[in-house]
């Protein structure tokens, strides 16, 4: 329709965009290995100083005790917290080895032409991770697929709100400038996905490593699948929150 507001593309990256076996096999082994001469290097630095207090503060631990900072970050690692100051920390400890070409990020291809084919046609597209900014913008620059920061219009982490809490999505709604209605997020996880449709928005459900046995939802097995403008297909329960492609 002449005039319509093109659907605007909200993107997790983890079991999405990228692999989770590349984000847990290699990019929280490779922080875990550095943390401790990362942090005695470079505590007394302000942008570092800042999250080992935030997670002193979070662990209740006294910011000056580093081997208990150390300590805790190391144990949120191996949780896979999603905590903010590790996160942050991580994106700093990965940042050398993106840049050094040590690290090159996972992104699949399937997603990666489609995300070059949205962007062409005018779709603003969003990243929406548990990992810091500044590591979003380093895994897209330094992927397998090439440099694709160009393709993105900005970046969300959990400094907007946790991933699993509807508030999140509005908030990003209104910092974007649309309606939620107007955004497709698309994510591996369904909590995210519940979480994002009471915002009212319209979601695509990646299952790259197969779908559950006790799925009721329709889902997707790479970006391919996915129709943006499909906001009233037969098989949606959702029609008015939901763009997906085939029922998985």
């Known amino acids: 329709m002449a005039g319509e507001r ?22 929280f082994p490779y922080a875990r290995a550095r943390m401790p001469a ?8 302000p942008a570092v100083r800042a999250e ?21 970050l190391i144990r949120w690692i191996d949780e896979d917290r999603k905590a903010t100051p590790l996160k942050a920390l991580q994106g ?14 996972h992104v699949y291809p399937d997603a990666a032409a489609r995300l070059r084919e949205w962007h062409a046609a005018g779709h603003p597209i969003y990243v929406y991770s548990s990992g810091s900014i500044a590591a979003q913008k380093l ?16 970046h969300f982490d959990t400094t907007t709100g946790a991933k699993r809490q509807p508030a999140s999505y509005r908030v ?27 915002a009212g928005m319209r979601t695509v459900w990646l299952t790259r490593d197969g779908r559950p ?25 959702q029609p008015a929150q939901s763009a997906r492609g085939q029922p998985g």
Do not use: N
């Open 6 to 27: 093109l659907p605007v593309v909200l993107t997790d990256i983890e079991g999405t965009t990228g692999s989770i076996r590349f984000v847990h096999d290699v990019l």
């Open 38 to 45: 990362f942090l005695a290097a470079h505590c007394d630095e």
């Open 92 to 105: 700093m400890i990965w940042k050398d080895g993106f840049e050094s070409g040590e690290l090159v990020a």
């Open 172 to 198: 990003i709604a209104r910092k974007i400038g649309v309606d939620p209605t107007d955004i497709v997020f698309l994510s591996d996880v369904e909590a995210e996905l519940e979480a994002a449709e009471q």
């Open 52 to 72: 080992i207090e935030a997670v002193a503060r979070d662990a209740g631990i006294p910011p000056d005790d580093l081997p208990a900072v150390t300590a805790t």
């Open 139 to 154: 895994y897209f620059a330094h992927s397998a697929e090439g440099d694709l920061t160009s393709l993105l219009s900005g």
């Open 213 to 237: 046995e006790t799925a009721t939802r329709p889902s997707v097995t790479s970006f391919t699948e996915i129709s943006l403008d499909d906001r009233h297909g037969p098989d949606d329960p």
